[in-house]
């Protein structure tokens, strides 16, 4: 393990605000199967895997894995077709991952979407380069508020948990993080109140707020 301190970024909700963008795609991906979806059934598990949610939403239809596989890929091809029309930056997003970069901090993505997701974002943030390890949905087997992907993240980066930070959106992701032994930052964003995400270390309602000096007391300040 090398001395670096590490933030571990969620994507959805933290690096790019694609809350509309999922609900919307999994409207579609209902529709073509005759089914429906509600904001209300959808938002508790925005932040979950896809095979995940199509298990909590349908679970009267007993999908097999193959076809639960086949839902998984047209929703998440769905998802990448309306982002690419309108890429949803978080405000703030490139300036701290900026700032970080420059400041020697390892950067690390802990998302629950697939590779191809994930790639998309960063190369729409042209910040790609900046990040040592990216952890998706396909890498792991436990979805948050189990660590599972944030310690794997760690692992990558060659930092211990202790010396990571992470930004999250999502009760779950925030769950996640504070089992992991991990520094727990939550985003407000859409669909996600101060109150929601209380049990995190430090709140803040824009990444504005955050920067390489905040986020290095709140990782060392844990430790004393």
Known sequence: MNDKLAIIFDMDGVLVDTYQAHFESWRAVAAEEGLTV????????????????????WTEHRYDDDEIARLDDRKEA??????????????????LLRSLDEA???LAVGSSGPPENIELVLDGLGARAMFEAIVTGRDVTRGKPDPQVFLLASQRL???????????????????????????????????????????DLVVDF???????VLGRLITGRRQ
């Open 158 to 200: 060659g930092v211990s948990p202790e010396r990571c930070a992470v930004i999250e959106d999502a009760p779950p992701g925030v769950a996640a993080a504070n089992a992991a032994g991990m520094a727990s930052i939550g985003l407000v964003s859409t669909g996600r109140t101060r109150e929601l995400l209380a049990a995190a």
């Open 207 to 213: 990444l504005g707020e955050l920067s390489p000096a």
């Open 104 to 106: 020697g901090f390892a």
């Open 78 to 95: 769905a998802f990448r077709e309306i982002i690419r029309v309108r890429f949803p930056a978080m405000p703030g997003a490139t300036e």
């Open 38 to 57: 509600t904001e209300d059934q959808f938002a508790p598990t925005f932040g979950r895997t896809s095979r995940e949610i199509i298990a909590a939403l």
